[in-house]
Protein backbone atom coordinates (compact mmCIF):
# COMPACT_ATOMS: atom_id res chain seq x y z
CA UNK A 1 0.00 0.00 0.00
CA UNK A 2 1.30 3.31 -1.04
CA UNK A 3 0.29 6.09 0.42
CA UNK A 4 1.27 9.76 -0.78
CA UNK A 5 0.49 13.22 0.69
CA UNK A 6 -2.89 14.97 -0.24
CA UNK A 7 -2.63 18.07 -1.85
CA UNK A 8 -4.72 20.73 -3.63
CA UNK A 9 -3.75 21.45 -7.57
CA UNK A 10 -3.46 25.47 -7.68
CA UNK A 11 -4.92 27.44 -10.64
CA UNK A 12 -1.27 26.49 -12.63
CA UNK A 13 -1.99 22.80 -11.56
CA UNK A 14 -5.63 23.25 -12.85
CA UNK A 15 -5.07 24.45 -16.37
CA UNK A 16 -2.02 21.94 -16.48
CA UNK A 17 -4.55 19.37 -15.82
CA UNK A 18 -6.91 20.79 -18.50
CA UNK A 19 -4.22 21.10 -21.06
CA UNK A 20 -3.79 17.23 -20.70
CA UNK A 21 -7.20 16.17 -20.64
CA UNK A 22 -7.71 18.25 -23.38
CA UNK A 23 -4.61 16.42 -25.82
CA UNK A 24 -6.72 13.26 -24.85
CA UNK A 25 -9.14 14.05 -27.45
CA UNK A 26 -6.29 15.61 -29.52
CA UNK A 27 -3.84 13.94 -32.38
CA UNK A 28 -1.21 13.80 -30.01
CA UNK A 29 -2.21 12.57 -26.57
CA UNK A 30 0.09 13.44 -23.59
CA UNK A 31 1.37 11.40 -20.99
CA UNK A 32 -0.19 11.75 -17.53
CA UNK A 33 1.30 14.41 -15.79
CA UNK A 34 1.91 13.14 -12.61
CA UNK A 35 4.58 15.49 -11.43
CA UNK A 36 2.33 18.53 -11.30
CA UNK A 37 1.05 16.51 -7.99
CA UNK A 38 3.93 17.32 -6.38
CA UNK A 39 5.33 19.76 -7.85
CA UNK A 40 5.49 23.21 -5.70
CA UNK A 41 4.38 25.34 -8.90
CA UNK A 42 1.40 23.60 -9.74
CA UNK A 43 0.56 21.75 -6.11
CA UNK A 44 -0.30 22.92 -2.76
CA UNK A 45 0.02 21.35 0.18
CA UNK A 46 -2.73 21.50 2.56
CA UNK A 47 -3.12 22.76 6.67
CA UNK A 48 -2.97 19.40 7.66
CA UNK A 49 -1.30 16.38 6.86
CA UNK A 50 -3.64 13.69 5.39
CA UNK A 51 -2.32 10.25 3.30
CA UNK A 52 -4.29 8.81 0.63
CA UNK A 53 -3.69 5.54 -1.20
CA UNK A 54 -2.94 5.99 -4.29
CA UNK A 55 -3.09 2.24 -5.53
CA UNK A 56 -6.21 1.60 -4.21
CA UNK A 57 -8.75 0.37 -6.32
CA UNK A 58 -12.44 1.29 -6.15
CA UNK A 59 -14.80 -1.60 -7.45
CA UNK A 60 -17.81 0.99 -7.51
CA UNK A 61 -18.82 4.44 -6.83
CA UNK A 62 -20.15 3.54 -3.05
CA UNK A 63 -16.73 2.40 -2.15
CA UNK A 64 -14.54 5.53 -3.25
CA UNK A 65 -17.41 7.38 -1.50
CA UNK A 66 -17.01 5.43 1.69
CA UNK A 67 -13.15 5.69 1.35
CA UNK A 68 -13.26 9.11 1.06
CA UNK A 69 -15.72 10.04 3.69
CA UNK A 70 -13.88 8.12 6.17
CA UNK A 71 -10.36 9.91 5.27
CA UNK A 72 -12.15 13.26 4.97
CA UNK A 73 -14.25 13.77 7.33
CA UNK A 74 -11.49 12.32 9.82
CA UNK A 75 -9.39 14.92 9.17
CA UNK A 76 -9.39 18.82 10.55
CA UNK A 77 -10.14 19.68 6.71
CA UNK A 78 -12.41 22.60 6.32
CA UNK A 79 -15.11 22.24 3.72
CA UNK A 80 -12.94 19.69 1.53
CA UNK A 81 -16.20 19.32 -0.55
CA UNK A 82 -15.25 23.11 -1.72
CA UNK A 83 -12.04 22.60 -2.63
CA UNK A 84 -11.58 22.43 -6.35
CA UNK A 85 -7.76 21.95 -6.36
CA UNK A 86 -8.05 19.12 -4.15
CA UNK A 87 -10.60 17.39 -5.89
CA UNK A 88 -8.94 17.73 -8.92
CA UNK A 89 -5.90 16.72 -7.49
CA UNK A 90 -7.57 13.46 -6.33
CA UNK A 91 -8.55 12.51 -9.72
CA UNK A 92 -5.43 12.72 -11.27
CA UNK A 93 -4.06 10.55 -8.22
CA UNK A 94 -6.14 8.12 -9.31
CA UNK A 95 -6.39 9.24 -13.03
CA UNK A 96 -5.77 5.48 -14.63
CA UNK A 97 -8.73 3.88 -13.39
CA UNK A 98 -11.13 7.02 -13.42
CA UNK A 99 -10.30 7.28 -17.20
CA UNK A 100 -9.05 3.32 -18.60
CA UNK A 101 -8.14 3.26 -21.70
CA UNK A 102 -11.08 1.40 -24.29
CA UNK A 103 -10.25 -1.44 -26.55
CA UNK A 104 -8.01 0.81 -29.14
CA UNK A 105 -6.25 2.25 -26.61
CA UNK A 106 -8.03 5.25 -26.62
CA UNK A 107 -9.00 7.58 -23.48
CA UNK A 108 -12.16 9.44 -23.36
CA UNK A 109 -11.80 11.79 -20.27
CA UNK A 110 -15.23 13.61 -20.89
CA UNK A 111 -16.47 16.84 -19.72
CA UNK A 112 -13.85 18.67 -17.84
CA UNK A 113 -16.43 18.69 -14.45
CA UNK A 114 -15.51 15.03 -14.10
CA UNK A 115 -12.38 16.28 -13.04
CA UNK A 116 -12.55 19.63 -11.49
CA UNK A 117 -15.66 19.95 -10.05
CA UNK A 118 -17.66 23.10 -10.80
CA UNK A 119 -18.35 24.15 -7.23
CA UNK A 120 -21.10 26.78 -7.33
CA UNK A 121 -23.06 25.09 -10.18
CA UNK A 122 -25.69 22.73 -8.83
CA UNK A 123 -26.20 21.12 -12.15
CA UNK A 124 -22.98 20.40 -12.63
CA UNK A 125 -21.43 20.04 -9.40
CA UNK A 126 -22.21 16.44 -8.84
CA UNK A 127 -20.52 14.93 -11.93
CA UNK A 128 -17.46 15.63 -10.34
CA UNK A 129 -16.20 11.48 -10.43
CA UNK A 130 -15.05 11.42 -7.08
CA UNK A 131 -16.67 14.69 -5.30
CA UNK A 132 -20.38 13.48 -5.98
CA UNK A 133 -20.37 10.34 -4.62
CA UNK A 134 -18.46 11.67 -1.40
CA UNK A 135 -21.35 14.15 -0.77
CA UNK A 136 -24.14 11.48 -1.71
CA UNK A 137 -22.61 9.20 1.02
CA UNK A 138 -21.88 11.88 3.26
CA UNK A 139 -25.75 12.64 3.39
CA UNK A 140 -26.47 9.34 5.21
CA UNK A 141 -22.90 8.27 6.34
CA UNK A 142 -24.02 7.06 9.72
CA UNK A 143 -26.75 4.72 7.46
CA UNK A 144 -25.04 4.35 4.09
CA UNK A 145 -26.66 1.62 2.95
CA UNK A 146 -29.57 3.99 2.15
CA UNK A 147 -27.29 5.27 -0.86
CA UNK A 148 -25.70 2.34 -2.16
CA UNK A 149 -28.39 2.06 -4.81
CA UNK A 150 -27.53 4.74 -5.95
CA UNK A 151 -23.69 4.58 -5.89
CA UNK A 152 -23.20 0.87 -7.48
CA UNK A 153 -21.98 1.38 -10.85
CA UNK A 154 -18.14 1.80 -11.45
CA UNK A 155 -16.67 5.42 -11.29
CA UNK A 156 -15.50 5.27 -15.27
CA UNK A 157 -19.15 4.79 -16.09
CA UNK A 158 -21.86 7.45 -16.81
CA UNK A 159 -23.83 8.74 -13.82
CA UNK A 160 -27.01 6.52 -12.87
CA UNK A 161 -30.88 8.50 -13.72
CA UNK A 162 -31.37 7.71 -10.15
CA UNK A 163 -27.66 9.49 -9.30
CA UNK A 164 -28.55 12.35 -11.14
CA UNK A 165 -32.02 13.03 -9.99
CA UNK A 166 -31.18 12.71 -6.32
CA UNK A 167 -28.32 14.70 -5.78
CA UNK A 168 -30.16 17.08 -7.89
CA UNK A 169 -33.20 16.73 -4.86
CA UNK A 170 -31.26 17.48 -2.04
CA UNK A 171 -34.40 17.55 -0.09
CA UNK A 172 -35.21 14.13 -1.62
CA UNK A 173 -31.49 13.05 -0.94
CA UNK A 174 -31.72 13.77 2.50
CA UNK A 175 -35.16 12.00 3.43
CA UNK A 176 -34.47 8.72 4.59
CA UNK A 177 -38.16 7.74 3.47
CA UNK A 178 -37.19 8.36 0.31
CA UNK A 179 -33.69 6.34 0.02
CA UNK A 180 -35.12 3.81 1.58
CA UNK A 181 -38.53 3.47 -0.88
CA UNK A 182 -35.87 3.67 -3.72
CA UNK A 183 -33.72 0.72 -1.89
CA UNK A 184 -36.74 -1.16 -0.96
CA UNK A 185 -38.35 -1.21 -4.67
CA UNK A 186 -35.26 -1.50 -6.49
CA UNK A 187 -32.50 -3.08 -4.29
CA UNK A 188 -31.97 -6.73 -5.07
CA UNK A 189 -30.44 -7.48 -1.26
CA UNK A 190 -28.73 -11.03 -2.56
CA UNK A 191 -26.93 -9.69 -5.67
CA UNK A 192 -26.27 -6.63 -4.01
CA UNK A 193 -27.19 -4.87 -7.59
CA UNK A 194 -30.55 -2.88 -8.95
CA UNK A 195 -33.41 -5.27 -9.98
CA UNK A 196 -34.05 -6.14 -13.36
CA UNK A 197 -35.73 -2.95 -15.54
CA UNK A 198 -35.33 -0.98 -12.65
CA UNK A 199 -33.30 1.99 -14.99
CA UNK A 200 -36.15 1.43 -17.88
CA UNK A 201 -38.39 3.95 -19.20
CA UNK A 202 -41.42 2.28 -18.10
CA UNK A 203 -43.92 1.93 -15.52
CA UNK A 204 -42.57 1.21 -12.10
CA UNK A 205 -38.93 2.67 -13.03
CA UNK A 206 -36.64 4.23 -10.92
CA UNK A 207 -37.60 7.10 -13.92
CA UNK A 208 -41.08 7.21 -13.35
CA UNK A 209 -40.40 7.12 -9.41
CA UNK A 210 -38.26 10.43 -10.00
CA UNK A 211 -40.99 12.29 -11.73
CA UNK A 212 -43.76 11.17 -9.19
CA UNK A 213 -41.82 11.93 -6.11
CA UNK A 214 -41.02 15.32 -7.09
CA UNK A 215 -44.83 15.90 -8.46
CA UNK A 216 -45.55 14.70 -4.86
CA UNK A 217 -42.83 16.73 -3.24
CA UNK A 218 -44.73 19.92 -4.38
CA UNK A 219 -47.61 19.81 -2.43
CA UNK A 220 -46.84 17.55 0.14
CA UNK A 221 -44.44 17.46 2.99
CA UNK A 222 -42.51 14.22 2.48
CA UNK A 223 -39.95 14.54 5.25
CA UNK A 224 -42.93 13.63 7.89
CA UNK A 225 -43.36 10.20 6.02
CA UNK A 226 -41.88 6.66 6.72
CA UNK A 227 -40.72 4.54 4.32
CA UNK A 228 -44.02 2.52 4.79
CA UNK A 229 -46.19 5.52 4.19
CA UNK A 230 -44.49 6.59 1.25
CA UNK A 231 -45.15 3.10 -0.35
CA UNK A 232 -48.48 3.18 -0.17
CA UNK A 233 -49.09 6.64 -0.97
CA UNK A 234 -47.17 5.50 -4.58
CA UNK A 235 -49.29 4.37 -7.58
CA UNK A 236 -49.63 0.67 -7.99
CA UNK A 237 -46.93 0.55 -10.28
CA UNK A 238 -44.74 0.81 -7.56
CA UNK A 239 -44.58 -2.09 -5.39
CA UNK A 240 -41.95 -3.86 -3.79
CA UNK A 241 -40.75 -7.04 -4.34
CA UNK A 242 -42.41 -9.28 -1.06
CA UNK B 1 -47.50 36.33 -21.70
CA UNK B 2 -45.97 32.82 -20.21
CA UNK B 3 -48.09 32.60 -16.88
CA UNK B 4 -47.30 29.87 -14.35
CA UNK B 5 -50.01 28.01 -13.12
CA UNK B 6 -50.15 26.95 -9.48
CA UNK B 7 -52.55 24.28 -8.95
CA UNK B 8 -51.61 22.88 -5.32
CA UNK B 9 -53.17 25.82 -3.26
CA UNK B 10 -49.59 26.76 -2.10
CA UNK B 11 -49.35 30.29 -1.02
CA UNK B 12 -45.99 32.21 -1.98
CA UNK B 13 -44.44 33.90 0.69
CA UNK B 14 -42.88 37.08 -0.09
CA UNK B 15 -39.27 37.80 0.27
CA UNK B 16 -39.90 40.72 2.13
CA UNK B 17 -41.76 38.78 5.36
CA UNK B 18 -38.33 36.48 5.11
CA UNK B 19 -34.62 37.80 7.09
CA UNK B 20 -32.41 35.35 7.24
CA UNK B 21 -28.58 36.33 8.78
CA UNK B 22 -25.97 34.63 8.59
CA UNK B 23 -23.27 35.02 11.05
CA UNK B 24 -19.65 33.09 11.46
CA UNK B 25 -18.06 32.19 14.58
CA UNK B 26 -15.44 29.64 15.91
CA UNK B 27 -15.42 27.86 13.26
CA UNK B 28 -19.25 27.63 12.46
CA UNK B 29 -22.12 28.51 10.69
CA UNK B 30 -25.06 29.75 12.55
CA UNK B 31 -28.50 31.52 10.99
CA UNK B 32 -31.13 33.25 12.23
CA UNK B 33 -34.78 33.72 10.80
CA UNK B 34 -37.19 36.65 11.51
CA UNK B 35 -40.51 35.72 9.17
CA UNK B 36 -43.59 37.76 8.79
CA UNK B 37 -46.47 35.21 8.26
CA UNK B 38 -49.49 37.23 9.53
CA UNK B 39 -50.76 38.45 6.33
CA UNK B 40 -50.97 34.99 4.86
CA UNK B 41 -54.04 33.84 6.85
CA UNK B 42 -52.80 30.36 7.01
CA UNK B 43 -53.79 28.38 10.01
CA UNK B 44 -52.67 28.77 13.37
CA UNK B 45 -51.88 25.25 14.25
CA UNK B 46 -49.89 25.06 10.75
CA UNK B 47 -46.37 24.06 11.27
CA UNK B 48 -43.20 26.74 10.26
CA UNK B 49 -40.02 24.69 9.15
CA UNK B 50 -37.08 26.38 7.83
CA UNK B 51 -34.70 24.44 5.40
CA UNK B 52 -30.97 25.21 4.42
CA UNK B 53 -29.46 23.75 1.68
CA UNK B 54 -26.21 23.70 -0.53
CA UNK B 55 -24.85 20.72 -2.81
CA UNK B 56 -26.42 17.91 -1.14
CA UNK B 57 -26.35 19.44 1.91
CA UNK B 58 -29.90 19.80 3.53
CA UNK B 59 -31.01 20.80 6.95
CA UNK B 60 -34.23 21.19 8.41
CA UNK B 61 -35.03 23.62 11.74
CA UNK B 62 -38.44 23.60 13.47
CA UNK B 63 -39.67 26.97 14.30
CA UNK B 64 -42.72 26.10 15.86
CA UNK B 65 -46.06 26.68 14.55
CA UNK B 66 -48.02 29.73 12.44
CA UNK B 67 -49.63 30.91 16.13
CA UNK B 68 -46.82 30.04 18.43
CA UNK B 69 -43.58 30.72 16.82
CA UNK B 70 -40.41 29.10 18.54
CA UNK B 71 -36.88 29.16 17.11
CA UNK B 72 -34.63 26.34 17.47
CA UNK B 73 -31.91 26.50 20.14
CA UNK B 74 -29.51 25.48 17.87
CA UNK B 75 -29.36 27.00 14.58
CA UNK B 76 -26.34 25.65 13.48
CA UNK B 77 -25.46 24.60 9.94
CA UNK B 78 -24.25 21.07 9.85
CA UNK B 79 -20.87 20.70 7.87
CA UNK B 80 -20.50 23.95 6.97
CA UNK B 81 -18.05 26.14 7.29
CA UNK B 82 -18.46 28.87 5.22
CA UNK B 83 -21.99 30.06 4.34
CA UNK B 84 -20.88 30.60 0.54
CA UNK B 85 -23.39 29.27 -1.66
CA UNK B 86 -26.31 28.33 1.21
CA UNK B 87 -29.64 29.11 0.16
CA UNK B 88 -32.50 29.08 2.44
CA UNK B 89 -36.60 27.73 2.20
CA UNK B 90 -39.02 28.42 4.29
CA UNK B 91 -42.60 25.88 4.65
CA UNK B 92 -45.11 26.19 6.39
CA UNK B 93 -46.84 22.46 6.57
CA UNK B 94 -50.34 21.57 7.82
CA UNK B 95 -50.36 19.88 11.28
CA UNK B 96 -52.03 17.02 9.54
CA UNK B 97 -53.56 14.32 11.56
CA UNK B 98 -51.77 11.33 12.66
CA UNK B 99 -52.76 7.58 11.44
CA UNK B 100 -51.98 5.45 8.93
CA UNK B 101 -54.78 6.27 5.82
CA UNK B 102 -54.49 9.99 6.22
CA UNK B 103 -52.63 11.68 3.38
CA UNK B 104 -49.18 13.45 3.96
CA UNK B 105 -49.28 17.07 5.46
CA UNK B 106 -49.71 19.40 2.99
CA UNK B 107 -47.66 22.03 1.57
CA UNK B 108 -49.34 25.74 2.52
CA UNK B 109 -47.14 28.57 2.10
CA UNK B 110 -43.39 28.59 0.75
CA UNK B 111 -40.83 30.79 0.00
CA UNK B 112 -37.76 28.78 -1.92
CA UNK B 113 -33.93 30.39 -2.89
CA UNK B 114 -33.39 32.81 -0.08
CA UNK B 115 -29.85 34.08 0.04
CA UNK B 116 -29.07 34.94 3.51
CA UNK B 117 -27.64 37.92 4.77
CA UNK B 118 -23.93 37.72 6.32
CA UNK B 119 -23.49 39.88 9.21
CA UNK B 120 -19.92 39.75 9.40
CA UNK B 121 -19.90 41.45 5.32
CA UNK B 122 -23.26 43.34 6.08
CA UNK B 123 -23.89 42.98 2.52
CA UNK B 124 -26.71 41.27 0.60
CA UNK B 125 -25.29 38.50 -1.60
CA UNK B 126 -25.69 40.00 -5.24
CA UNK B 127 -28.02 39.59 -7.83
CA UNK B 128 -25.55 37.59 -9.90
CA UNK B 129 -23.60 34.53 -8.47
CA UNK B 130 -19.95 34.44 -10.07
CA UNK B 131 -17.84 31.52 -10.20
CA UNK B 132 -15.27 30.02 -12.35
CA UNK B 133 -15.71 27.76 -15.54
CA UNK B 134 -13.46 26.30 -18.14
CA UNK B 135 -12.88 27.68 -20.94
CA UNK B 136 -9.57 28.11 -23.03
CA UNK B 137 -11.05 30.48 -25.63
CA UNK B 138 -13.90 32.78 -23.68
CA UNK B 139 -13.09 34.89 -20.90
CA UNK B 140 -16.82 35.18 -19.38
CA UNK B 141 -20.38 34.17 -20.29
CA UNK B 142 -23.11 34.12 -18.55
CA UNK B 143 -25.10 30.64 -17.57
CA UNK B 144 -28.90 30.49 -17.51
CA UNK B 145 -30.69 27.24 -16.29
CA UNK B 146 -33.50 26.35 -14.08
CA UNK B 147 -32.25 28.52 -11.17
CA UNK B 148 -30.88 32.16 -11.18
CA UNK B 149 -28.07 33.24 -13.85
CA UNK B 150 -24.24 32.66 -12.74
CA UNK B 151 -21.41 34.36 -14.06
CA UNK B 152 -18.77 32.67 -14.97
CA UNK B 153 -15.05 33.64 -15.55
CA UNK B 154 -12.58 31.29 -17.22
CA UNK B 155 -10.39 29.98 -14.31
CA UNK B 156 -7.71 29.29 -17.65
CA UNK B 157 -6.97 32.37 -18.78
CA UNK B 158 -8.16 34.76 -15.64
CA UNK B 159 -6.11 33.51 -12.21
CA UNK B 160 -7.64 36.24 -9.87
CA UNK B 161 -11.06 35.92 -11.49
CA UNK B 162 -13.10 37.48 -7.86
CA UNK B 163 -10.26 40.56 -8.52
CA UNK B 164 -11.02 40.39 -12.13
CA UNK B 165 -14.99 41.06 -12.10
CA UNK B 166 -14.66 44.64 -9.88
CA UNK B 167 -11.78 46.05 -12.71
CA UNK B 168 -12.56 49.25 -14.14
CA UNK B 169 -12.69 47.32 -17.28
CA UNK B 170 -14.97 44.40 -16.60
CA UNK B 171 -17.44 46.69 -14.75
CA UNK B 172 -17.68 49.06 -17.65
CA UNK B 173 -17.29 47.45 -21.04
CA UNK B 174 -18.43 43.77 -19.57
CA UNK B 175 -21.63 44.32 -16.93
CA UNK B 176 -24.06 46.73 -19.00
CA UNK B 177 -24.06 43.70 -21.73
CA UNK B 178 -24.41 41.16 -19.32
CA UNK B 179 -27.78 43.12 -17.89
CA UNK B 180 -29.05 43.31 -20.99
CA UNK B 181 -28.39 39.33 -21.84
CA UNK B 182 -30.28 38.98 -18.41
CA UNK B 183 -33.28 40.83 -19.44
CA UNK B 184 -33.29 40.04 -22.95
CA UNK B 185 -33.34 36.54 -21.73
CA UNK B 186 -36.16 37.01 -18.96
CA UNK B 187 -38.45 39.24 -21.35
CA UNK B 188 -38.14 37.60 -24.70
CA UNK B 189 -36.61 34.37 -24.42
CA UNK B 190 -38.79 33.09 -21.14
CA UNK B 191 -41.43 35.85 -21.72
CA UNK B 192 -41.72 36.56 -18.52
CA UNK B 193 -42.76 40.54 -16.93
CA UNK B 194 -44.34 39.26 -13.53
CA UNK B 195 -42.63 41.05 -10.82
CA UNK B 196 -44.70 40.05 -8.17
CA UNK B 197 -42.84 36.72 -7.60
CA UNK B 198 -40.52 37.61 -5.20
CA UNK B 199 -39.64 33.54 -5.11
CA UNK B 200 -38.57 33.30 -8.96
CA UNK B 201 -35.19 35.09 -10.26
CA UNK B 202 -36.36 36.52 -12.91
CA UNK B 203 -39.28 38.86 -11.02
CA UNK B 204 -36.00 39.53 -8.90
CA UNK B 205 -34.49 41.16 -11.69
CA UNK B 206 -37.50 42.83 -13.13
CA UNK B 207 -37.61 44.80 -9.76
CA UNK B 208 -34.70 45.43 -9.73
CA UNK B 209 -34.58 46.97 -13.31
CA UNK B 210 -37.84 48.86 -12.63
CA UNK B 211 -36.24 50.58 -9.45
CA UNK B 212 -33.42 51.99 -11.51
CA UNK B 213 -34.19 56.07 -11.03
CA UNK B 214 -35.04 57.09 -14.84
CA UNK B 215 -36.49 53.44 -15.94
CA UNK B 216 -40.04 54.23 -17.91
CA UNK B 217 -42.81 52.37 -17.11
CA UNK B 218 -42.61 48.94 -18.79
CA UNK B 219 -45.14 48.02 -21.32
CA UNK B 220 -48.28 46.40 -19.88
CA UNK B 221 -48.31 43.04 -21.53
CA UNK B 222 -46.35 41.29 -23.62
CA UNK B 223 -47.57 40.18 -26.93
CA UNK B 224 -46.04 39.14 -30.68
CA UNK B 225 -47.27 42.79 -31.33
CA UNK B 226 -45.28 44.66 -28.95
CA UNK B 227 -41.79 42.78 -28.59
CA UNK B 228 -40.56 45.93 -30.07
CA UNK B 229 -41.59 48.31 -26.92
CA UNK B 230 -39.79 45.64 -24.70
CA UNK B 231 -36.71 45.96 -26.65
CA UNK B 232 -36.71 49.44 -26.39
CA UNK B 233 -37.79 49.33 -22.37
CA UNK B 234 -34.48 46.64 -22.16
CA UNK B 235 -32.23 49.66 -23.84
CA UNK B 236 -33.34 52.20 -21.64
CA UNK B 237 -33.28 50.30 -18.93
CA UNK B 238 -29.69 49.49 -19.39
CA UNK B 239 -29.05 52.85 -20.62
CA UNK B 240 -30.26 53.87 -16.66
CA UNK B 241 -27.90 51.33 -15.19
CA UNK B 242 -25.09 52.86 -16.65
CA UNK B 243 -26.32 56.21 -15.42
CA UNK B 244 -26.67 54.57 -12.28
CA UNK B 245 -23.30 52.91 -11.68
CA UNK B 246 -21.42 55.84 -13.66
CA UNK B 247 -20.06 53.70 -16.51
CA UNK B 248 -19.32 57.02 -18.04
CA UNK B 249 -16.89 58.29 -15.48
CA UNK B 250 -15.19 55.18 -14.71
CA UNK B 251 -14.36 54.91 -18.24
CA UNK B 252 -12.61 58.12 -18.08
CA UNK B 253 -11.13 56.86 -15.03
CA UNK B 254 -9.07 53.98 -16.47
CA UNK B 255 -8.85 55.11 -20.08
CA UNK B 256 -6.83 58.13 -18.27
CA UNK B 257 -4.97 56.20 -16.28
CA UNK B 258 -3.78 53.81 -19.71
CA UNK B 259 -2.48 57.39 -21.58
Not at chain 1, 92 to 99: A, G
Not at chain 2, 63 to 85: H, I, Y
Not at chain 2, 250 to 259: D, N, P
Amino acid sequence: MKRVELHRLNDQGMARMGEFLDSLTGDSPQQCPRSILTDGRTSESLPVKVLVEEDRVFPRRYEAAEYLYNLLSSSALREPERDRGLWAWLALLWFDQLCPPDKTGQRKPGDRARWIPEIANPRRYYRHFLLGPYLVYRVHARCPDLVEPILLSPLDTALSEAYKWTVESPSLLASEAVMGAIKRLYFDEKTRRLRRGSQSKGPGSIRRLTAVLNQLERTFDLHSLSVERLLQLLPREFRAPA
Amino acid sequence: MMRRLNFTGRRPIRREDVKIHITEADGAVRFDAELDLGRYNLPAHARVFVEAYRQTMWQRFDFGTVGAPCKPDDRVLRDVRSPDGVKFRVKVVENAPAGASVRPAKILALADQIRPRNLKSRTAQSLLPVDTGDSKDQIWWVEFGDDEPLLRISSTLVSDWRGFVTTPEFVTLALPEIFRSILTRILLIEEHVDRDDAQDWRSRWLRFACALPGVPEPPADLTDDNRGEWMDWIHETVRAFCRRTRIGARLGHWRKEEE
